[in-house]
């Protein structure tokens, strides 16, 4: 039976050099569009025309152009690792204190945290990840909490050069009124079960951590590939928990720009403030994009169209080719 040409992922022969220097080449002349987060002081400073992209697949091979070694902060794509942790410390009971919808709001919204008791939608809202936080935060000190998150990224990125930058980590200390009062709710329903300082401390920190493109694509290798990181052999976590992180980032992993990101990209991925977004193609890929101009709802601009392109150049979603 003739089923037609090869569909795009079936194709072996796919350059993806020759596609991320296309995107660069075509995304130049936008270069600085949207707007850099500017409620966070030292993120207010980036210079938003530039633009980078990583992709590592999961044979290896990392393929890299424009700004793809510039070191960014994170911010929320932290959640996704802080997850991980959360889940290794405390298994399925981390689904006690936190949801699995995708909530519609903004990343820092507190409307739904009092019709719902205290409970965020889900780990990748702000008030979600300040949950995940406190888990991470059990048994430990903030600074020991913190340490192990680092070395849990130096692990997962096999990179131990990985470093947190202090002056993003205080910005956001001496300006995250809303996180406060999200914590502070929180706590006064029971949910937060460490002071609202030592909590905030460790997720100021864990979003100050700052990766280039090609370190981020390392360190979502894993979720792209059962589990295990296939550059260094490392399990992190078992193939039905990767399959159910990505289907957290798939549904919640860009806040009321979720369903969008899924329409026009089909990727599971991750965004954050500092204009990074993280996206898995299962059994295919880890790709890293950055551009600090954020869209309205606060997601990478370029990114999510760099994201578009890639898509559709390679045939990459998860809803078909
Ligand atoms: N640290 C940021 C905040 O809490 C993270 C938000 C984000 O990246 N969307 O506001």
Redesign the pocket.
């Known amino acids: 039976m003739n089923i037609g040409p090869a569909l795009p992922s079936e194709r072996v022969d796919m350059d993806l050099q020759a596609i991320v220097d296309d995107i660069v080449r075509e995304l130049e002349p936008r270069l600085g569009e949207g707007k850099v987060?500017d409620?966070?002081p030292e993120l207010a400073r980036i210079d938003p025309k530039q633009f980078g992209i990583a992709i590592t697949t999961v044979e290896g091979q990392t393929y890299k152009a424009g700004d793809a070694d510039a070191a960014f902060?994170?911010?929320?794509?932290?959640?996704v690792f802080m997850l991980t942790l959360a889940l290794g410390k405390a298994g399925e009971g981390v689904w006690n204190r936190v949801g699995r919808e995708p909530s519609g709001s903004a990343?820092?919204s507190i409307v739904q945290l009092e019709h719902e008791h205290g409970i965020p939608r889900n780990p990748f809202i702000?008030a979600g990840?300040i949950v995940v936080a406190d888990m991470v935060l059990a048994g430990h000190a903030p600074r020991e909490a913190i340490g192990e998150y680092l070395r849990f990224m130096r692990y997962v990125a096999d990179d131990e050069t990985l470093s947190i930058d202090e002056k993003v980590a205080q910005s956001?200390q001496k300006t995250?009124y809303?996180?406060f009062a999200l914590a502070n709710f929180m706590r006064g329903f029971g949910n937060l079960h460490h002071p609202v300082e030592h909590v905030l401390g460790v997720?100021?920190h864990q979003?100050?951590l700052a990766l280039s493109c090609v370190q981020l694509s390392h360190a979502g290798l894993y979720l792209a590939h059962r589990g295990t990181n296939p550059l260094t052999g490392f399990s992190v976590v078992s193939p039905k928990r990767a399959r159910r992180i990505n289907a957290l980032m798939m549904m919640c992993g860009h806040?009321d720009g979720s369903g969008d990101f899924a329409f026009h990209v089909g990727l599971p991925g991750k965004?954050?403030?500092?204009g990074g977004i993280l996206a898995v193609a299962p059994g295919k890929a880890s790709i890293a994009v950055w551009s600090p101009g954020l869209n309205k709802v606060?997601?990478s601009a370029l990114g999510s169209v760099a994201l578009e392109m890639l898509a559709t150049k390679t045939g990459w979603s998860v809803f078909g080719t």
């Open positions: 987060a409620y966070i902060s994170i911010q929320s794509i932290s959640k990343f820092n702000n990840a956001e995250g809303r996180n997720y100021f979003c100050a806040y965004s954050g403030v500092g606060g997601n």
